[in-house]
């Protein structure tokens, strides 16, 4: 584990910190249409559908939701419904922390502050920041960065709100994908992998490993 102590760490929030349920939200809706191997495809093509979303130009979270529900329906021949992309958007700001989040986010903000860098709209994180548990020194959305992550822009915004560059930060994420490989590209040495065990190790992106955020504290020494 490194021993560096970076200016801000800086948080991926939904399924890093949040308790993502996309898939209990596609469960809830079509598992009654579909068998188990059936249900477990529509996972994961719903997934791949919401990633395809957002790397493409920036528009608000519940089109992505949208299109990406839309898709993934079409693909797997179940009847699509504008209102179940509804249900499935208006669920985002209900959702709570992992169990290990909120202690280990606390102890850490009494020494470094966190910074929050979300796929998110305005309007729908404050309520799952409010559930950490901890004080944020910034919380910076995909809407006002017009653009999601992965793509660089994203993470550019925040370092020019911060006035700091990729030297300076931890960045924390338990998605490859979505952060980790962009986060390489960009630059950022420290970064920190949460194991939640929805994408495998890829040790080629240099990173430190924990397996829940109460492990967080210990990679700077705290």
């Given amino acids: 584990m ?26 809830d809706l079509y598992a009654h249409l579909l068998d188990a191997p059936g249900m477990n495809e529509f996972i994961r093509n719903f997934s791949a559908y919401r990633l395809d979303e957002v790397m493409q130009a ?12 839309e898709r993934t329906c079409r693909r797997n021949n179940v009847p699509f419904r504008p209102e179940d992309a509804q249900i499935v958007y208006n669920r985002v700001p209900t959702w709570g922390p992992h169990l290990d989040v909120p202690a280990g986010l606390a102890k850490l903000a ?19 920041v409010e559930k950490l548990g901890a004080p944020f020194h910034a919380v910076y959305t995909a809407e006002q960065a017009g653009a999601y992550k992965p793509h660089f822009r994203a993470f550019e915004y925040m370092f020019d709100m911060l006035g700091c560059g990729p030297q300076d930060i931890t960045h924390v994420s338990s998605s ?20 939640r065990r929805h994408e495998p190790a890829n040790p080629y992106y240099e990173y430190d490993e924990i397996a829940d955020v109460s492990g967080l504290p210990g990679v700077f020494g705290i």
């Avoid at 490194?2 to 469960?27: H, W």
């Fill in 2 to 27: 490194s021993r560096f102590r970076p200016k801000y760490v800086t948080f991926d929030c939904y399924g890093t910190l949040i308790n993502f349920q996309m898939a209990e939200a596609a469960t």
């Fill in 58 to 69: 920036w528009k608000p979270y519940a089109e992505v939701v949208h299109n990406a529900l």
């Fill in 176 to 195: 490859f994908r979505y952060d980790l490989m962009s986060a390489y590209d960009l630059g950022i040495k420290s970064k920190v992998w949460v194991n």
């Fill in 110 to 128: 009494k020494e470094i502050p966190l910074v929050i860098l979300s796929n998110a709209m305005n309007v729908q994180i404050p309520s799952n």
